[in-house]
Every structure is written in C-alpha cells, then in structure tokens.
C-alpha cells in the first residue's frame, strides 16, 4: 500500500543547518510516513547528521547523488524517490512550526482539486506590517488555479509561494520534471503550471521559519540581473501556456510584462548608480537593451 504522507529534503554542504531541520521535523505533529533526504554530495557530515536522526522517522531514506545536480537536478531526483500520495519538498535551513505537515495534509484533503498547498512565513528579513518578519497573504484557503495565477503570479517579478509546498504526487506526475533551464527558481515555474491544471490551498499561519545563512543566490554586493532574464522567461513562457489559444491575450499579456518590467529595471538600475556599482549598471543597461521595446533612453540617461 503507497503510504500517504512523503517529506523530501534537498541539501548540500550545510550540515550544522540540516541538524536544526531534521530537529523540527522529528518534533512534527504530523510525522512523515516517509523522509528523503537528498545529498547533492555534500563534502561535510551531511551523511553523518542524516545518520544521527535516521531514527526518529517511519521511513527515513538517505540518498547521495552520484555526481552534483544543482538545482533543480537534486530535487527531481528527490521527488522521484518519494513514494507517498502528498509529497512535501522542503529546504535545508529553514525550521518547521510542529503541526507543518499536519495542517498541509488537511488542507489537501480538505479541497481535494488543489494541486499544492502553501503557507505564510516568519523571518523575513525586514520587519513586516504583520510584524516580527512575519509574512502571510491576502489569500483564500482555495483559489482556482487560473485565478491565482492571473492574481498572484501575471506580471510579477517575485512569487508569493516559496519553494517549500506539499503538492499531490498526480500532479507532479503530469508536470515533471522541474525544468532545468530555469535554475534555482524553476520552482515557480513550476507552481504557475500547475495552475493551469489545479487549484491552491493555502494556509494563513507562519509556519516557515526562514533561512538567511549566506549563499551565492543571496550575495549583497551585486544585483543578479541574470536571475532577472529568467523571470522574464518563466512568465513568457507561462502566459504562452496559460492562454494557449487566445493570441490576442498573449499579445496583451506579454506587453504588460514588459511594460512592467521596464519599470522595474529602471528603478534596478538607479539603485545600481546609488551604490556606484559600475558593473552592475553595464550589466543591467544590456538587460534593458532586450526588452521589447528596448529600453534605449536609460542608457542615455546614465551616458
């Protein structure tokens, strides 16, 4: 019998986080039926640590790739070792509130279209009008996918769903792999396509307690205008999906994007002058050059 309740856990070389982690997931109210933890071949005691709570679980699988995935290589292959019906992917680092994967599996249960179900999250790192860091969403507990998509993904450069979810295992049966083109946010890409297809659950409690620990991905001193070019492609792409069809809505939406990503980086790129990041500026003033229209003036403006 397929066990109901899979937690996969994507890690590498983060072994003092992964302890903290595996801590709050051997504490949940709801434990998985099964855990996958998934190294990317770590080069610290990741394998170690994994050891250390190998008995506080049902199941507890370790894994190690034979050769470094990156993302999202490592979570497909984690995904793919999943067994259960709902399979929650979580992240080295971040802490878990303990009822996590107990109020995940109701909300699916509870609204059984849902492709995935999210939640709101602590330790943002700028204090927020709910306080603390704490981030929730004006979101329903189900949203037709189509209308999240239109009200909380269209012309958006961020996405409102981190990439911590628990999604239903047909789903992603219909959708994977995460694409690798899209790198370490392919999981948004994700999530939008699957709106094409399935509602959302969401869950108005901060249940995420937040990783800040430094990262490539998270480097201060330069704007990643590369990251930029790829949540320009993720939308094009997914208003090509989403309207399939309607030409005439794809023509509308992709020039709303546009429009609005010509807002966004010119703004970017004044903040580029403010910090005198020449490199940064040039970088981004070749972004601008692709939009459609290009965004000429800029470059004129900073000559």
Known sequence: MRPKLSACLTTFNRASLLDRTLATLAEQTRLPDELIVSDDCSSDRTAEIAAKWSGAFKQFVYRRNERTLNMPGNLNAA????????????????????????????????????GFVFCGLAGWPVRTRHGGGIVLFDVAPFTPGRTFFEQHFL???????WGT???????YEMLLPFDPAFGFVSDVDMWMRMCAGHDVAYVGKPLIQLDHSPSPERAPEKYNWRHLETVR????????????????????????LERMMQRYVAARLLGRVRHGDRNGLREGLEFASRLEPPLRWIGHAFA
């Open 165 to 171: 979810v628990m999604a239903r295992r047909s789903a």
């Open 233 to 256: 492609r993720i939308q094009q792409t997914n208003i090509d999906r989403m309207f399939a069809g309607d030409p005439k809505r794809i023509v509308h939406e992709r020039r709303r």
């Open 155 to 161: 012309g958006r450069v961020g996405s409102i769903v």
């Open 79 to 114: 995904i793919g070792a999943c067994t259960g019906e709902y399979i929650a992917n979580l992240h080295d680092g971040d802490c878990y509130a303990p009822s996590l994967l107990e109020e995940w599996e109701r909300a699916l249960d509870a609204h059984p279209t849902a």
